[in-house]
């Protein structure tokens, strides 16, 4: 019962925010007053908007699974950035092509709801990206001789080790302190 409650309650704070940040939104882009004249039935430009919006949703969703299930998390990440910079681009332009506020029929309520839900999709599917990096992946990945020679995670998960075109040294393990000589002690006395 508490459990209930207390979802119901988060729901309703959530659907407030999103409403409070599409009327933002309406407010910056001069848009939030509504039209003289209620232009009924569907528009082209309410059609546009209103799948904008439901690529906005669907990857939203793929942001919230990527977070909560570790075995698709890659693939579903990358569907919710990309499906977000689109909603969210789209949803720019149909509220920068519109020349009315709501009811004008130019779908600038399914426009300002795209561009929230796509940079909340793209928020989510860039904090399951971090989540999918190993540590080591990670360590590797920010030495500056892994920047300078093209390394990759490939090379990594191989086992094999690469040498640096800028120093002849072998890149073999994330481990390694910086100005340590990658190959170990043995490596570096038969040098």
Aim: aromatic fraction near 4%.
């Amino acid at each position: 019962m508490k459990r209930t409650i207390v979802l119901t309650f988060a729901a309703l704070a959530a659907l407030a925010l999103f409403a409070g940040l599409v009327h933002l939104v309406l407010v910056a882009t001069h848009r939030s007053e509504p039209a003289a004249a209620t232009v009924y039935g569907v528009t082209a430009r309410r059609v546009w908007a209103a799948i904008v919006a439901a690529v906005a949703l669907a990857s939203v969703i793929a942001g919230a699974v990527a977070l909560a299930r570790p075995a698709n998390r890659f693939a579903a990440a990358i569907v919710a950035v990309l499906g977000g910079l689109i909603a969210a681009i789209n949803g720019g332009l149909v509220l920068a092509v519109a020349n009315g506020g709501p009811g004008s029929g130019n779908g600038v309520i399914g426009g300002a709801g795209a561009l929230v839900l796509g940079g909340l999709a793209v928020v989510l599917g860039r904090l399951a990206l971090a989540r999918s990096r190993t540590p080591s992946e990670v360590a590797v990945l920010s030495t500056p001789a892994a920047h300078l020679s093209g390394f990759s995670t490939d090379v990594l998960r191989s086992g094999q080790g690469r040498t640096a075109p800028h120093t002849g040294t072998t890149i073999a393990d994330a481990t390694t302190n910086p100005g340590e000589d990658p190959r170990g002690a043995s490596g570096a006395e038969s040098s």
